[in-house]
């Protein structure tokens, strides 16, 4: 489900509108935070991507949904207006690719090297810490870090840093293995 958030062409576009209207009027980092509060609840609700997502839901219904949600969770205005702009143009779907448009950008903005870390379990403070040590000295800066739980992995971890992964779970061993056994 975290594979949604890659850009598109759509999204992208959608992104660096609301990335310059964030910047312009001084709410880049209020933005970026509704939109982290935003890609979570994705992950997290059902509901949601059905309401962004559905073929028949209206789009005046999608736009009353996602507005009522940003009002619930406080959301800065102009991330307000934009899930309404997004919705009323049909584009609510592509609300992920948006996300992952506008946190590429910010990135770049803020010079910040993004990480995702995905683990078969939740990773302790110390665990964190040692990947964020050999991210650091690996890549010459601290990275911002984001976690995720994946059971499907079995064990091991999952690092991707912009477009590079490195991949040492043990799901993609054991489908290695069964792959050079058929090959045998």
């Given at each position: 489900m975290a594979d949604e958030f890659r850009t598109?062409?759509?999204?992208?576009?959608?992104?660096?509108?609301?990335?310059?209207?964030?910047?312009e009027t001084g709410r880049l980092d209020a933005v970026r935070a509704d939109l982290t509060s935003l890609k979570a609840a994705w992950l997290d609700s059902a509901d949601l991507r059905r309401l962004a997502t559905s073929p028949v839901i209206a789009a005046d219904d999608q736009v009353k949904g996602l507005t009522?949600?940003?009002?619930?969770?406080?959301?800065e205005k102009t991330t307000a207006n934009f899930l309404g702009l997004l919705a009323q143009n049909?584009?609510?779907?592509?609300?992920?690719?948006?996300?992952a448009g506008f946190q590429?950008?910010?990135?770049?903005?803020?010079?910040?090297?993004?990480?995702e870390v995905v683990s078969a379990q939740p990773l302790d403070a110390r665990q964190l810490a040692a990947i964020e040590a050999a991210l650091n000295k690996s890549l010459g800066k601290a990275p911002e870090l984001t976690t995720r739980v994946d059971l499907a992995l079995l064990g091991g971890l999952k690092i991707k840093v912009g477009s590079k992964l490195f991949d040492a779970s043990l799901k993609t061993k054991l489908d290695q293995m069964k792959f050079a056994?058929?090959?045998?």
């Open positions: 598109t062409e759509v999204g992208d576009r959608y992104a660096q509108a609301l990335f310059d209207l964030a910047l009522a949600i940003a009002a619930k969770a406080g959301f049909g584009r609510a779907r592509d609300l992920p690719a948006v996300i590429a950008r910010y990135a770049k903005h803020a010079g910040i090297v993004a990480a056994l058929k090959r045998a």
